[in-house]
């Protein structure tokens, strides 16, 4: 079945990077977009932006522009976002998602916690 | 940026009763509207896209109604795996997602 699954929990201090990956399955990877979402604890999910899985080309919201890179690993079936500097407001939990008929197949959600 | 409000903020019904949610767009977001179910620690799931097509899989008591900056969701009667929160997407002009409503047991 069509899955995508995400890495574990991290905990980063203030001005760190975090790294988390999205492993696609049961599906062509490079047929679809993979979306970031990242959700704060009670709030709306927020959209982040996206990679084509084929080309690999990019496109961010403003809000994290310059801040964060998506890349993806054809070979590994696999998505990868970084963001950087982190600081307080990013501790959410971090979701990737498949971009058909808006996001019809999301990960698990990797929690990132930002603390000292 | 196109901003998405729901209503009402919490909705309480009995099972078996029919719920409506509603969403608002700041601007006419044409048809490329989803409603997605969110249960407490899980992903949210894609119910609705194209305001009114059900997606693989979700039963036919999930309606989608609209156009322009006016959507509804309608469960038309209510199972208890329904209560959970849901969100409205816009995807017309980037993504952005309502602040949901939370379905609760009257």
């Known amino acids: 079945q069509v899955q995508l699954v995400q890495s574990g929990a991290e905990v980063k201090k203030p001005g760190a990077s975090a790294k988390v990956s999205c492993k696609a399955s049961?599906?062509?990877?490079?047929?679809?977009?993979i979306h970031w979402v990242r959700q704060a604890p009670g709030q709306r999910p927020e959209w982040m932006g996206w990679?084509?899985?084929?080309?690999?080309?990019?496109r961010y919201s403003q809000n994290f522009q310059g801040r964060v890179t998506f890349t993806r690993d054809t070979s590994a079936s696999t998505a990868y976002m970084e963001l950087r500097s982190l600081r307080s407001e990013d501790t959410a939990l971090y979701y990737c998602?498949?971009?058909?008929?808006?996001?019809?197949?999301w990960g698990q959600g990797t929690m990132v916690t930002v603390s000292s | 940026e196109i901003v998405m409000t729901q209503s009402p903020a919490t909705l309480s019904v009995s099972p078996g009763e029919r719920a409506t949610l509603s969403c608002r767009a700041s601007?006419?977001?044409?048809?490329?509207l989803a409603w997605y179910q969110q249960k407490p620690g899980q992903a949210p799931r894609l119910l609705i896209f194209?305001?009114?097509t059900r997606a693989t899989g979700i039963p036919a008591r999930f309606s989608g109604g609209g156009s322009g900056t006016e959507f509804t969701l309608t469960i038309s009667s209510l199972l208890s795996e329904d209560f959970a929160v849901y969100y409205c997407?816009?995807?017309?002009?980037?993504?952005?997602f309502g602040q949901g409503t939370k379905l609760e047991i009257k």
């Open positions: 998602a498949r971009e058909s008929n808006s996001f019809d197949v």
């Open positions: 601007q006419s977001v044409s048809s490329n």
């Open positions: 990679i084509n899985g084929g080309s690999g080309n990019t």
């Open positions: 049961g599906y062509t990877f490079i047929s679809y977009a």
């Open positions: 194209g305001t009114s």
């Open positions: 997407q816009q995807y017309s002009n980037w993504y952005t």
